[in-house]
Nanobody, 114 residues
Framework: QVQLVESGGGLVQTGGSLRLSCAAS????????MGWYRQAPGNQRDMVAT??????TNYADSVKGRFTISRDNAKTVYLQMNSLKPEDTAVYYC?????????WGQGTQVTVSS
């Protein structure tokens, strides 16, 4: 099992920046990819950005060019969020994918004021 602990959420004005962090523990060697997902009230949980063990990244069209996902020492994944918009407001969840399943963080609230 992989445990994920998130931090870095908060309140920011339109155009501002935040950096989310997700620290992984447990069966770290089993992780093939990690990513960030978000969910606003009444909406589906949607992929924001993912990064594979090999470093390949993928972004949702709505955040491409504004958000950057990265990894540090195979234990922590970051999401640098720039030029934030009110529509980015959501609970952001960290995800880790392994060969045998997935793990989720508890979520961290990001609120972007108009």
């Amino acid at each position: 099992q992989v445990q994920l602990v998130e931090s870095g959420g908060g309140l920011v004005q339109t155009g501002g920046s935040l950096r989310l962090s997700c620290a992984a523990s447990g069966s770290i060697s089993s992780i093939n990819a990690m990513g960030w997902y978000r969910q606003a009230p009444g909406n589906q949980r949607d992929m924001v950005a993912t990064i594979t063990r090999g470093g390949n990244t993928n972004y949702a069209d709505s955040v491409k060019g504004r958000f950057t996902i990265s990894r540090d020492n195979a234990k922590t994944v970051y999401l640098q969020m720039n030029s934030l918009k009110p529509e980015d407001t959501a609970v952001y969840y960290c995800n880790a994918g392994t060969t045998w399943g997935t793990s989720w963080g508890q979520g961290t609230q990001v609120t972007v004021s108009s």
